[in-house]
């Protein structure tokens, strides 16, 4: 990021990215792993393995821990995803049809 901070071009945008991803990452700051593994995991808009990443590339996170987090966090927002959409229908139809 810091080369792409010194170009005219993509100084702004670099900025934004930051000032989001900092924005977040007081609670991660305390505890690294979980905090980076759940933020990661829970399925919101401008959470993920990109943000993720970036945070903890700010943090400068040791990067096998940050990996092990994102990807444990990438597994538990499929895990939720896969839970509503599937599973919660299905129950609803079992429900309803009773």
Known sequence: FNKLRK???FRPLVEKLEKRA??????????EFWGLLLFVGIPLPGTGAWTGSLIA???????????LAI????????VIM????YVI??????IAAR
């Open 7 to 9: 170009t005219k071009l």
């Open 22 to 31: 900092m924005g977040k990452s007081g609670k991660i700051q305390k505890a």
């Open 57 to 67: 590339a700010m943090l400068e996170i040791n990067k096998k821990k940050a990996f």
């Open 71 to 78: 990807v444990c966090g990438v597994i538990l927002a499929m």
């Open 82 to 85: 896969s839970v509503i959409t």
């Open 89 to 94: 229908p299905w129950v609803v139809a079992w």
